[in-house]
């Protein structure tokens, strides 16, 4: 596994094992709230009608969480 700085030194074919990172619920409506208020992130009712059938995380929270890691 190799080591990198700086995603710059990422290549195609390298693999690396970031820590697990536990986001509750209040973390993806409180993260949805202030940047991507979708009912999907905000609402159980709304996301039952969704391809994840339930609340979801946004996808630019976990891009947020991947890029803190």
């Known amino acids: ?4 700085a700086w995603f710059d030194d990422l290549t195609v074919g390298m693999h690396f ?3 697990e ?3 509750s619920e209040a973390d993806i409506k ?3 709230a202030e940047f ?3 009912p999907m992130h905000l609402d159980h009712e709304a996301a039952k009608d969704t391809l994840f059938k ?3 995380a946004s996808g ?3 891009a947020a969480i991947a890029m803190n890691l």
Do not use: C, E, I
């Open 17 to 19: 094992k970031s820590p």
């Open 30 to 32: 409180r993260f949805a």
């Open 1 to 4: 596994m190799a080591q990198v």
């Open 60 to 62: 630019w929270h976990t």
């Open 21 to 23: 990172v536990v986001v």
């Open 54 to 56: 339930g609340l979801a």
């Open 36 to 38: 991507d208020p979708q």
